[in-house]
């Protein structure tokens, strides 16, 4: 167990989840990982609307999965392929602000934490936002995949019971705004 609210060195990366598999907001997102996150790692899960030329021009520039048409089967995708021990999924065209990652390192007890930022005033996991979502890969492989067969709020809040289950903690992040 790790001692809570000091930072701690983890090994971070990034998932870009790119819903309408525009590569230009999938580019601002790189650029600003590269620019504020020098040598992390990152990937981008584009939709099944993503033609091939869309796959090849992305892949120029990182490593790009083609998931389904909902963002639960990209989030189970990019976990899949998570480039690091803990990662954040980012949607595509958010320009990120720097030391995220040493922030939510202060809030880490132990690999079962799943942390988020307060967006609007959510402060539940079901009604938050994805964009943020910061998660340990094992602890997202133990969970197992959201179902995609629901509306969205309907398979977090099911994949959340999931991990309710098996021990993990949902923690919503004060002051985290992404950009």
Not at 144 to 158: H, T
């Amino acid at each position: 167990m790790q001692k809570l609210y000091t930072h701690k060195n983890l090994s971070c990366g990034f998932v870009i989840l790119c819903a309408d598999h525009n590569i230009k907001l999938a580019h601002i997102t790189i650029k600003s990982i590269k620019a504020k996150y020098w040598g992390l790692p990152y990937i981008c899960v584009l939709d099944d609307s993503a033609n091939d030329q869309d796959m090849r021009e992305i892949s120029n520039i990182c490593q790009a999965y083609r998931g389904k048409g909902t963002y639960s089967s990209l989030i189970n995708l990019g976990m899949q392929y998570a480039p690091a021990d803990w990662n954040f999924l980012i949607m595509a065209g958010t320009s990120l602000r720097s030391k995220l990652d040493q922030k939510f390192s202060y809030f880490i007890d132990n690999d079962k934490d799943i942390l988020f930022p307060i967006v609007d005033r959510k402060y539940n996991f079901v009604e938050g936002t994805l964009n943020g979502l910061f998660i340990n890969k094992k602890t997202y492989q133990e969970i197992g995949n959201m179902a995609d067969n629901n509306p969205l709020e309907i398979c977090k809040l099911m994949w959340a019971l999931d991990a309710l289950d098996k021990g993990c903690r949902f923690k919503a992040i004060a002051n985290s705004k992404l950009c």
